[in-house]
């Protein structure tokens, strides 16, 4: 049922950070975990960890541009794109880059788990030397109201489907992404259903603009943005697009994932980008662009409908779009 949005109503991304409006309610009144909540990523750092460790220098990653994918507007700087994040491992704040400095990304392996000819787990560097690297330039949008227009270095996931050889029973795909008590403060805050998950189908997962960033902007990805591997579904809204994965699952059975568990209402298992949809709390008609503050009009599917809806032709009474 859609909630009529109110014309002319502005994000509220730049008040709140809404995601994590629900949690922070839950925090008051689960109190252990209320300073967690409401301190800044810099000050849980320091509170949990010490002192913050330097910026980590990313390594040069070239790859050519796949020039298919056209985002039809300016790249975000790599500035904004790289220190206005979404990561609750490191905190809720959109200022987590210091604190994300802490994860450690060498060694890293994934395991491929499941329903799969040969349950294993693979090194990246591996891994990446079984795929050809391309850029490509997508759209991303956040569930928050926010968009960026990124320059991602990486390979299609439908390159790992097929590596992992899943058995005919599969249907969806499960990413677990780490969570390391040591280096993340976030973990502390328990009412959290951690590690973060995320799922798609398999129809969904081999759709050709699936993609699995290793790199962006001519760099390796910094650790803020998901290193040393995360998703990128640009046709969904960005919680989707799991960060620093280390598992990748193949089950018969549709999973709930981590903000599904949080909030089931707000952000379900498909979440498409769809103007015409609201969230529960906020219009999703327009989008800021980061760096521009720039207003912009929201596209169904994120404007990927050409490649991406004939997906959910058969699925007409599921929440698409929440
Ligand atoms: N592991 C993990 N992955 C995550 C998140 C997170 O908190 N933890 N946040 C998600 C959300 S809500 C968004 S919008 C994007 C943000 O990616 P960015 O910071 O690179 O823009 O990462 C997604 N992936
Ligand atoms: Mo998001």
């Not at 909030?263 to 529960?280: C, I, K």
């Amino acid at each position: 049922m859609l909630i009529r949005r109110r014309p002319g109503w502005t994000i509220p991304d730049s008040q709140a950070t809404p995601e994590s409006v629900v949690l922070a309610r839950r925090a008051l009144l689960g109190g252990a975990g209320t300073i967690a909540a409401t301190v800044p990523a810099q000050a849980q750092w320091r509170l949990f960890g010490g002192s913050a460790p330097p910026a980590t220098p990313l390594k040069p990653l070239q790859a050519p541009r796949n020039p298919k994918y056209q985002a039809g507007r300016p790249l975000t700087p790599e500035q904004d794109a790289t220190t206005y994040n979404n990561f609750y491992e490191f905190g809720t704040s959109k200022d987590i880059v210091r604190p994300a400095q802490a994860l450690r990304t060498d060694p890293w392996s994934i395991n491929l788990a499941g329903m799969v000819a040969r349950p294993r787990s693979i090194a990246l560097e591996d891994l990446l030397k079984a795929v050809t690297l391309e850029e490509r330039v997508y759209r991303h949008r956040c569930v928050e109201g926010w968009a960026m227009t990124v320059p991602w270095i990486g390979f299609p996931l439908a390159e790992l489907v097929r590596l992992a050889e899943p058995t005919a029973a599969a249907r969806y795909l499960v990413f677990t992404t780490l969570a390391d008590q040591k280096t993340m403060p976030g973990l502390r805050q328990n009412w959290y259903p951690w590690p973060y998950t995320e799922g798609v189908t398999l129809a969904e997962a081999t759709n050709e603009l699936a993609f699995l960033a290793v790199g962006m902007y001519g760099k390796t990805i910094p650790k803020q943005d998901g290193a040393p591997i995360r998703l990128t579904l640009p046709w969904k809204y960005g919680f989707k697009s799991a960060k620093s994965i280390v598992k990748v699952e193949f089950t018969d059975r549709r999973p709930v994932s981590y903000w599904e568990q949080v909030q089931a209402s707000e952000y379900g298992f498909w979440a498409n980008v769809n103007p015409d949809v609201p969230h529960p709390r906020w219009s999703q008609a327009h989008e800021r662009l980061l760096g521009s503050d720039e207003m912009v009009p929201t596209r169904i599917w994120n404007g990927y409908g050409e490649y991406v809806s004939s997906l959910y032709d058969g699925l007409k009474t599921e929440r698409l779009f929440t």
